[in-house]
């Protein structure tokens, strides 16, 4: 099993970036997927997880209205969108598959001015 983010780098507030997950080694179209943050200092957190099929989604209160998961069957990938980013945003963004631990190495996101 193989998840590999991209798409993290450096964005200034109110930016946005959209994070990418592919993943391999296992039946993507079968599995939950989730992302997850951990800020400097802390531990990790739930940002957003999507259901295997893409109808259901649910989001961290602190993301909700900024932040959008979505997911490519035929690609075996999952994304994170993200708009309106701020300070607090700065983390290490982790793509998981849902009741496993199965994680990626994870992408690093930096909002400043």
């Known amino acids: 099993v193989q998840l590999v983010e991209s798409g993290g780098g450096l964005v200034q507030p109110g930016g946005s970036l959209r994070l990418s997950c592919v993943t391999s080694?296992?039946?993507?179209?079968?599995?939950?997927m989730s992302w997850y943050r951990q800020r400097p200092g802390e531990g990790r957190e739930l940002v957003a997880q999507?259901?295997?099929?893409?109808?259901?989604?649910d989001y961290a209160e602190f993301v909700k209205g900024r932040f959008r998961i979505a997911r490519n069957n035929g690609k075996n990938t999952v994304y994170l969108e993200m708009n309106n980013l701020e300070p607090e945003d700065t983390a290490v963004y982790f793509c998981k598959r849902n009741q496993y631990q199965q994680w990626g190495q994870g992408t690093q996101v930096t909002v400043s001015s």
């Open positions: 999507i259901g295997n099929l893409g109808m259901t989604s």
């Open positions: 080694g296992f039946t993507f179209r079968d599995s939950g």
